[in-house]
Protein backbone atom coordinates (compact mmCIF):
# COMPACT_ATOMS: atom_id res chain seq x y z
CA UNK A 1 0.00 0.00 0.00
CA UNK A 2 1.43 3.78 -1.08
CA UNK A 3 0.00 6.41 0.37
CA UNK A 4 0.44 10.27 -1.19
CA UNK A 5 0.23 12.55 2.02
CA UNK A 6 -1.13 16.18 1.31
CA UNK A 7 -1.46 19.02 3.94
CA UNK A 8 -4.93 19.37 3.79
CA UNK A 9 -5.38 16.19 4.72
CA UNK A 10 -6.84 14.75 1.59
CA UNK A 11 -4.68 11.83 1.30
CA UNK A 12 -4.87 9.35 -1.49
CA UNK A 13 -4.07 5.86 -0.73
CA UNK A 14 -3.47 3.23 -3.28
CA UNK A 15 -4.64 0.00 -2.01
CA UNK A 16 -3.97 -2.46 -5.53
CA UNK A 17 -1.93 -1.99 -8.38
CA UNK A 18 -3.44 0.31 -11.47
CA UNK A 19 -2.98 -1.62 -14.39
CA UNK A 20 -1.79 0.65 -17.09
CA UNK A 21 -2.28 -0.94 -20.42
CA UNK A 22 -3.19 2.21 -22.26
CA UNK A 23 -1.40 5.90 -21.94
CA UNK A 24 -4.76 7.55 -21.25
CA UNK A 25 -5.34 5.72 -17.72
CA UNK A 26 -1.90 6.85 -16.30
CA UNK A 27 -3.10 10.43 -17.86
CA UNK A 28 -6.17 9.98 -15.86
CA UNK A 29 -4.82 8.51 -12.68
CA UNK A 30 -2.38 11.88 -12.48
CA UNK A 31 -5.30 14.56 -13.18
CA UNK A 32 -7.66 12.53 -11.04
CA UNK A 33 -5.03 12.67 -7.94
CA UNK A 34 -3.50 16.13 -8.65
CA UNK A 35 -7.16 17.45 -8.69
CA UNK A 36 -7.94 14.99 -5.15
CA UNK A 37 -4.72 16.59 -3.74
CA UNK A 38 -5.41 20.14 -4.15
CA UNK A 39 -9.21 19.95 -2.56
CA UNK A 40 -9.76 20.46 1.14
CA UNK A 41 -12.93 18.97 1.98
CA UNK A 42 -15.42 16.64 0.88
CA UNK A 43 -17.47 19.07 -1.16
CA UNK A 44 -14.60 20.71 -3.23
CA UNK A 45 -13.85 16.28 -3.78
CA UNK A 46 -16.95 15.58 -5.22
CA UNK A 47 -16.93 18.73 -7.27
CA UNK A 48 -13.08 18.25 -8.72
CA UNK A 49 -14.46 14.91 -9.34
CA UNK A 50 -17.27 15.25 -11.40
CA UNK A 51 -15.10 17.65 -13.36
CA UNK A 52 -12.71 15.47 -13.59
CA UNK A 53 -14.92 12.64 -15.13
CA UNK A 54 -16.16 15.42 -17.46
CA UNK A 55 -12.97 16.10 -19.01
CA UNK A 56 -11.36 12.81 -19.03
CA UNK A 57 -11.26 9.29 -19.70
CA UNK A 58 -12.29 8.62 -15.89
CA UNK A 59 -15.35 6.49 -16.63
CA UNK A 60 -13.70 4.91 -19.59
CA UNK A 61 -11.53 3.44 -16.98
CA UNK A 62 -12.68 3.39 -13.84
CA UNK A 63 -15.59 3.62 -11.21
CA UNK A 64 -16.12 5.21 -8.04
CA UNK A 65 -18.31 5.74 -5.36
CA UNK A 66 -18.30 7.82 -1.84
CA UNK A 67 -19.16 6.06 1.90
CA UNK A 68 -19.53 7.75 4.82
CA UNK A 69 -16.01 9.09 5.03
CA UNK A 70 -14.47 7.97 2.07
CA UNK A 71 -14.09 8.51 -1.85
CA UNK A 72 -12.88 4.96 -3.38
CA UNK A 73 -11.79 3.81 -6.87
CA UNK A 74 -11.92 0.67 -8.73
CA UNK A 75 -10.88 -0.33 -11.97
CA UNK A 76 -12.68 -1.85 -15.18
CA UNK A 77 -11.57 -5.27 -17.13
CA UNK A 78 -10.41 -4.64 -19.72
CA UNK A 79 -11.61 -8.01 -21.74
CA UNK A 80 -14.90 -6.38 -20.61
CA UNK A 81 -15.58 -2.79 -19.61
CA UNK A 82 -18.59 -3.98 -18.01
CA UNK A 83 -17.28 -5.92 -15.22
CA UNK A 84 -14.83 -4.52 -12.28
CA UNK A 85 -11.56 -5.61 -10.44
CA UNK A 86 -13.08 -6.78 -6.96
CA UNK A 87 -10.44 -5.21 -5.05
CA UNK A 88 -9.84 -1.05 -4.66
CA UNK A 89 -6.90 0.14 -6.92
CA UNK A 90 -7.63 3.84 -4.41
CA UNK A 91 -9.18 5.32 -1.43
CA UNK A 92 -9.54 8.94 -0.44
CA UNK A 93 -10.07 9.27 3.28
CA UNK A 94 -11.96 12.59 4.61
Known sequence: ???????????VIFENVI????DKIRAVVLE???RI?????????RATVADCAE??????YFVYGYGSHHFW????KFSDPTKIF?????????
Do not use: C, S, Y
Not at 19 to 22: E, L, R, S, T
Not at 73 to 76: L, P, T
Not at 86 to 94: A, D, P
Open 86 to 94: EQRRMIVKF
Open 55 to 60: KTDLNE
Open 32 to 34: LIN
Open 19 to 22: FDID
Open 37 to 45: LLTRNETEQ
Open 1 to 11: MAQVINPTDMN
Open 73 to 76: VKQR
